[in-house]
């Protein structure tokens, strides 16, 4: 992949005059824990376009990070705002409940199924990914009348009292949800780099986890039969795109059709063309039996996610889940331009090409630097994980934060959080090859300044 040209990027070392002062003002104002560690605050965002953002002191910055990954195709998608503005003028922010409807939620429904498996029927427009979760796990306990959930320690739903029983990120971000916790087993997600389990009959990380789940979990902990279905991320997002080993899901799958559960895929973040495909589970042979979408399903610009199954699932549910804000006008309109462009601009194959060039460069450099432990990858989602000593994988938090901070300075975005302990790219899947090149040539400059600062002060 030729490198062509560069594009000017930081003015003035951040975080800027505007950007400190707006940032001293936030800590007045704003709820601290909500918002991360005001003292990592490197710029305040003043515009964005296309695979750019620019703070408010004029500095610019490559975008890897894609909103929250709401952003597949750009920041502020002229096609998406022009269809959104339209809706808006034409009926406003309207919630119809059993006396009407809008034609926007009809046709968004029908494009939405036109996209998922053939035996998923029926859609449930909600407004976020976390709504989106918990109406998922409504919809498998009171159409299978049993109460239990299996799920994958790692995993993540959202900061609710549900997202946070069902997702296991972070101990100490659970700690005041997790007394209250019933109603989930867990079983360790396969991730090749740091499974504990080992296979009893030879197999690697994704049998391991089958055969915990069937020699541990159904033996000692819950009967098949109170077991209402499976939550499972296709690929873990929030917890350092883990790819599990190709015979997972479809090991899964298995399970749940021998027992009579569901099969949930959670592919808020891993949807919408990220891994190289519409949805990230295509990249194995399985099928779901209720998808649950959200982020990426309006171009990153009106709130809307959903829940994608089949109508022997929904009826049998009876399912009571909506809310105010879920499935408005202009978000459906957003929602049908959404898939409608990734279809158009043949994106899925474009994030494949950029994202196998990035994997070969990754791997690359985890030849030449000895803090890279693993890097990974599918489709347009990649990470560089960090570590202490390759021999004992401890997590290198701190080789993160600094890698993070040259990264910014330089003029390169990426989502970064006190729990980072690795880099996550997660660029619009439409970025262009250039640009995409010169945030990687950034990314690489940082992680050998802090590999070379490691090795000096041995
Ligand atoms: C896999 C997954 N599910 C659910 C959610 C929650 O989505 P939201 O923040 O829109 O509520 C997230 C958010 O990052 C996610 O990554």
Redesign the pocket.
Known sequence: MAFCKSVELIRTTPPGPESRRLAELETKVLAHGAYGDLADRYFIAARTEGSLIEDVDGNRYIDFGAG??TNNIGNCHPEILEVVNATLREQGVVCWTAAGNSPQRIAAAEKLLSVCPRRTDRVVFLT??????EAALRIMRRASGRPIVLTFYG?????SYT?QAV?TLEAKMRADVMPLVGGYVYAPYPNPYRSPLKSSSGGGAGRATIEYIEEVLLAHEVPAELVAGVMV?PVI??GGIAVPPDDFLPGLRELCDRHGWYLCI?????GFGRCGRMWAYENWDVEPDLI?V??GISGGVM?I?AVVARSDITERADAFVSSTYSGQPAACAAAIKTIEILQRDHLFDYANELGAHALDRLRAMKEKYGIIGDVRGKGLWLAVEFVTDRGTRGKDHKAAADVHALAIRNGLYYIHDQISWFVRIQPPINIPRDLFVQGLDILEAAIAEVDRGRRAAR
């Open positions: 929250w990954g976020t990914g976390t709504e989106a979760d995993q993540y739903h959202g900061l997202g997702g991320e997002g929030e959670d592919e808020v973040l891993s649950v959200g982020k709130p996610a």
